[in-house]
């Protein structure tokens, strides 16, 4: 069986330590924890967790059960093969040369996303979307030097027209 | 009515229906025994060391069929607990452990007698609290007993700061138990028990196969039942020993690593296993690949991790075991009796045959006293009746192998973690559930020293118990593997200096024995049985006897090294 990627969201209770019974749970049973996300819902005594990890099904199978199995653990839910819109949010600071700017606008403007912070020899540029885009700005950045960056890790919900039809 | 938490503390547990408890003492527990001291009703067995406690109240609630409650102070009282919530966390024993902890406004200080140990024993417990406000004590306390009685019961640990236990609040009785993310699944699938009436009918290998489940569900009864209704072997994991009558002719006797040569061969041959509250566990399964590789699996329990974990099932159920084999039953009872027996006479006899050809044996022959005579003389004495308690290694297998369980409850033993140490607590736990029974630990030499000093807590709790001590002056399974498996290099398991097991029980004010010779173990066995209070009978045993049979670990079932 091969390792897929999975993509789970998880309510869970908002209480303390509920983040480290599901990471000891995941670094005891020797689990993959590939992105997480947690905050709280719009209830303030749940909390979302979506976190990408890796498996075959036997493992994947595992995880749910051993997951549901947390009394703090409310609801799992496998995204992975339902319609769902996943985002991940990026900070990118990235140096700024004059001979550069243009170029580092013109991108910014072609990947829709916002200089938020400016500087003598930087913009500090806010980007969401996908893995794939945040990986085709990267690229697209690297030549001019990125000085640090941060990334939320993927949070995701199910569409709902795709989950009614499905169901 | 204005309570303090230590009050609330007593009452809520008082209002679980629990008369005992283990304990010690500390800075941070007592205000709590301070309370306690007005409550003669609730009686408190001060143990020698916090593990003692747990190991005790683990076997307290399987003798008993109900929570064990220990209660031990913060930072190295908590600490010392651990080994005993692993224990009972892998064995699936309700018990509830309340910790004491520092004043909430030094916690995270690294305070004197400061430890996290919601955080240490977070894998090891089923849940764990930290009470912050007197205002939660009574839900928490309700929740805990919940959660460790219901579902798959287990281990579970509220930590209690001493500013909670001092603060006083108007008292008001918690409501239902209700947790939103946790109902456990009692009734099974009925589609799928009507397919597992059709495989039964079409088996003609099918076996039994009971874990710890049956003996915590209580559902013996349905086993049995079950087994005598279609004609069906059964085999018991360690953990549900005594689930079905070992003196029955449909017994098989234990599988795995030291099984029985007719119980692993049933599981290698069988074309239907019908698996009730186990897990699966490596040393009952030997190489996965060639575990039942004829049969059809049906798997009842009521963890759903524990199914498709380690062996792939047909015919997963999830539901309690008492409810899924009642059932079953009652849907057996609606079909043609003949079709549901079928014909097994061929299955059956290849059953007696690997019994007749490879059967349990040792030679008691000369002047050396061999371990497994013991274990049969004090069935024979005690006609199987006394609760057994052990500790871990070779007295832990001949005692499985040999005693011959009947009843559920009745076998107490450290399954899962494998605890040296756990049978002399335990046994005291056991007799405090059970006053009017027989209460025996079998232990090894090196075993019964590393909780030694439990003698005094069965002295003055007025529990006496019996402890068989087979020495062999070895670390004997250790040894074993050496002998077997590591050119009989016997690095550090020989165990030359050991206390006089007689003085010794002498100084604690016990009664000892000894015997040396084949010739005196029924007596010795008699008169430590008979004698009042605590008793140590020693037995010098054969120092180089080996477990057998023995499926070396990594092979496959039918591997078995027979002598």
Same mark, same amino acid.
């Given at each position: 069986?091969?390792?897929?990627? %999975?993509?789970?969201?998880?309510?869970?209770?908002?209480?303390?330590?509920?983040?480290?019974?599901?990471?000891?749970?995941?670094?005891?049973?020797?689990?993959?924890?590939?992105?997480?996300?947690?905050?709280?819902?719009?209830?303030?005594?749940?909390?979302?967790?979506?976190?990408?990890?890796?498996?075959?099904?036997?493992? /994947?199978?595992?995880?749910?059960?051993?997951? %549901? +199995?947390?009394?703090? =653990? /409310?609801?799992?839910?496998?995204?992975?093969?339902? %319609?769902?819109?996943?985002?991940?949010?990026?900070?990118?600071?990235?140096?700024?040369?004059?001979?550069?700017?243009?170029?580092?606008?013109?991108? =910014?403007?072609?990947?829709?996303?916002?200089?938020?912070?400016?500087?003598?020899? %930087?913009?500090?540029?806010?980007?969401?979307?996908?893995?794939?885009?945040?990986?085709?700005?990267?690229?697209?950045? +690297?030549?001019?030097?990125?000085?640090?960056?941060?990334?939320?890790?993927?949070?995701?919900?199910?569409?709902?027209?795709?989950?009614?039809?499905?169901? | 009515?204005? !309570?303090?938490?230590?009050?609330?503390?007593?009452?809520?547990? $008082?209002?679980?229906?629990?008369?005992?408890?283990?304990?010690?003492?500390?800075?941070?527990?007592?205000?709590?025994?301070?309370?306690?001291?007005?409550?003669?009703?609730?009686?408190?067995?001060?143990?020698?060391?916090?593990?003692?406690?747990?190991?005790?109240?683990?076997?307290?609630?399987?003798? $008993?069929?109900?929570?064990?409650?220990?209660?031990?102070?913060?930072?190295?009282?908590?600490?010392?607990?651990?080994?005993?919530?692993?224990?009972?966390?892998? &064995?699936?024993?309700?018990?509830?452990?309340?910790? #004491?902890?520092?004043?909430?406004?030094?916690? #995270?200080?690294?305070?004197?007698?400061?430890?996290?140990?919601?955080?240490?024993?977070?894998?090891?417990? *089923?849940?764990?609290?930290?009470?912050?406000?007197?205002? &939660?004590?009574?839900?928490?306390?309700?929740?805990?007993?919940?959660?460790?009685?219901?579902?798959?019961?287990?281990?579970?640990?509220?930590?209690?700061?001493?500013?909670?236990?001092?603060?006083?609040?108007?008292?008001? @009785?918690?409501?239902?138990?209700?947790? $939103?993310?946790?109902?456990?699944?009692?009734?099974?699938?009925?589609?799928?028990?009507? *397919?597992?009436?059709?495989?039964?009918?079409?088996?003609?290998?099918?076996?039994?196969?009971?874990?710890?489940?049956?003996?915590?569900? *209580?559902?013996?009864? @349905?086993?049995?039942?079950?087994?005598?209704?279609?004609?069906?072997?059964?085999?018991?994991?360690?953990?549900?020993?005594?689930?079905?009558?070992?003196?029955?002719?449909?017994?098989?006797?234990?599988?795995?690593?030291?099984?029985?040569?007719?119980?692993?061969?049933?599981?290698?041959?069988?074309?239907?296993?019908?698996?009730?509250?186990?897990?699966?566990?490596?040393?009952?399964?030997?190489?996965?690949?060639?575990?039942?590789?004829?049969?059809?699996?049906?798997?009842?329990?009521?963890?759903?991790?524990?199914?498709?974990?380690?062996?792939?099932?047909?015919?997963?159920?999830?539901?309690?075991?008492?409810?899924?084999?009642?059932?079953?039953?009652?849907?057996?009872?609606?079909?043609?009796?003949?079709?549901?027996?079928?014909? *097994?006479?061929?299955?059956?006899?290849?059953?007696?045959?690997?019994?007749?050809?490879?059967?349990?044996?040792?030679?008691?022959?000369?002047?050396?006293?061999?371990?497994?005579?013991?274990?049969?003389?004090?069935?024979?004495?005690?006609?199987?009746?006394?609760?057994?308690?052990?500790?871990?290694?070779?007295?832990?297998?001949?005692?499985?192998?040999?005693?011959?369980?009947?009843?559920?409850?009745?076998?107490?033993?450290?399954?899962? !973690?494998?605890?040296?140490?756990?049978?002399?607590?335990?046994?005291?736990?056991?007799?405090?559930?059970?006053?009017?029974?027989?209460?025996?630990?079998?232990? #090894?030499?090196?075993?019964?020293?590393?909780?030694?000093?439990?003698?005094?807590?069965?002295?003055?709790?007025?529990?006496?118990?019996?402890?068989?001590?087979?020495?062999?002056?070895?670390?004997?399974?250790?040894?074993?593997?050496?002998?077997?498996?590591?050119?009989?290099?016997?690095?550090?398991?020989?165990?030359?200096?050991?206390? &006089?097991?007689?003085?010794?029980? @002498?100084?604690?004010?016990?009664?000892?024995?000894?015997?040396?010779?084949?010739?005196?173990?029924? @007596?010795?066995?008699?008169?430590? !049985?008979?004698?009042?209070?605590?008793?140590?009978?020693?037995?010098?045993?054969?120092?180089?006897?080996?477990?057998?049979?023995?499926?070396?670990?990594?092979?496959?079932?039918?591997?078995?090294?027979?002598?």
């Amino acid at each position: 069986m091969k390792d897929q990627k %999975h993509i789970f969201s998880i309510l869970v209770d908002n209480e303390p330590g509920v983040l480290s019974r599901i990471a000891g749970l995941f670094s005891g049973r020797g689990y993959n924890i590939d992105s997480l996300s947690v905050a709280q819902t719009v209830e303030s005594n749940a909390s979302r967790i979506t976190m990408e990890t890796r498996g075959d099904d036997h493992i /994947i199978e595992q995880i749910i059960k051993q997951l %549901h +199995k947390l009394i703090n =653990v /409310i609801t799992v839910i496998d995204l992975t093969d339902k %319609h769902h819109i996943k985002r991940e949010l990026a900070l990118i600071k990235v140096h700024a040369k004059p001979e550069h700017r243009a170029e580092i606008l013109r991108i =910014v403007d072609i990947f829709r996303c916002r200089v938020v912070d400016v500087g003598h020899e %930087h913009y500090t540029i806010e980007l969401s979307g996908d893995e794939e885009k945040l990986r085709a700005i990267m690229n697209l950045l +690297k030549p001019m030097g990125i000085i640090e960056m941060a990334r939320t890790g993927a949070i995701a919900l199910a569409r709902e027209t795709a989950t009614k039809n499905s169901n | 009515m204005k !309570l303090t938490g230590a009050q609330i503390l007593i009452k809520m547990i $008082k209002s679980q229906g629990v008369d005992t408890i283990f304990g010690y003492p500390g800075g941070a527990v007592i205000d709590i025994y301070d309370e306690l001291a007005n409550h003669p009703d609730l009686r408190h067995i001060l143990v020698r060391h916090e593990q003692g406690a747990v190991h005790s109240a683990d076997a307290y609630a399987r003798a $008993k069929g109900d929570v064990g409650v220990s209660l031990v102070t913060s930072g190295p009282g908590a600490t010392n607990t651990v080994t005993g919530i692993a224990s009972a966390y892998l &064995d699936s024993v309700p018990i509830v452990v309340f910790t #004491g902890q520092v004043n909430s406004a030094l916690i #995270g200080n690294d305070a004197f007698q400061e430890v996290d140990i919601v955080g240490i024993t977070r894998p090891c417990t *089923k849940h764990n609290y930290l009470v912050k406000h007197v205002e &939660d004590l009574a839900r928490t306390i309700k929740e805990a007993f919940f959660i460790a009685r219901s579902g798959r019961p287990g281990p579970v640990l509220v930590d209690l700061p001493k500013d909670v236990m001092t603060a006083t609040i108007e008292f008001e @009785e918690p409501g239902e138990v209700h947790i $939103k993310s946790y109902r456990p699944t009692y009734t099974p699938n009925r589609k799928q028990l009507t *397919k597992v009436v059709e495989l039964i009918k079409q088996a003609k290998r099918p076996l039994i196969f009971a874990g710890g489940g049956v003996v915590l569900s *209580k559902s013996s009864d @349905e086993i049995t039942k079950l087994a005598k209704r279609a004609d069906i072997p059964v085999t018991a994991s360690l953990m549900g020993l005594g689930t079905f009558p070992a003196s029955d002719p449909l017994w098989l006797g234990m599988p795995g690593m030291h099984g029985t040569y007719r119980a692993n061969m049933s599981i290698d041959s069988c074309d239907l296993m019908i698996a009730a509250g186990v897990r699966f566990d490596d040393r009952v399964t030997g190489r996965i690949e060639k575990f039942a590789p004829n049969a059809r699996i049906v798997q009842i329990d009521i963890d759903p991790t524990s199914i498709h974990k380690n062996v792939s099932v047909d015919c997963p159920i999830v539901g309690d075991c008492k409810k899924s084999l009642a059932l079953l039953n009652e849907l057996l009872d609606k079909e043609d009796s003949a079709e549901v027996l079928g014909d *097994k006479s061929q299955w059956l006899s290849q059953i007696s045959e690997w019994k007749s050809t490879m059967p349990l044996r040792y030679d008691q022959g000369g002047e050396i006293i061999k371990p497994q005579f013991v274990i049969e003389t004090l069935h024979e004495l005690t006609q199987g009746k006394a609760i057994i308690t052990t500790e871990v290694g070779q007295n832990q297998m001949w005692t499985a192998q040999y005693y011959g369980f009947d009843k559920p409850n009745h076998f107490i033993t450290s399954g899962g !973690l494998g605890v040296m140490g756990f049978g002399l607590p335990a046994a005291i736990g056991a007799k405090a559930a059970c006053p009017d029974k027989l209460v025996i630990d079998v232990a #090894g030499d090196g075993s019964i020293q590393m909780n030694i000093q439990e003698l005094s807590t069965a002295l003055e709790a007025n529990l006496p118990v019996k402890i068989v001590i087979l020495n062999n002056r070895y670390l004997g399974m250790v040894r074993q593997w050496q002998d077997l498996f590591y050119d009989k290099r016997y690095s550090s398991t020989p165990m030359e200096c050991a206390p &006089d097991f007689v003085k010794l029980a @002498e100084a604690y004010g016990a009664t000892g024995m000894r015997a040396s010779k084949p010739s005196e173990v029924k @007596e010795t066995l008699e008169k430590g !049985l008979a004698a009042e209070g605590t008793v140590i009978m020693e037995f010098v045993v054969e120092r180089e006897e080996l477990v057998y049979p023995m499926v070396p670990a990594g092979g496959g079932l039918t591997e078995m090294l027979l002598v």
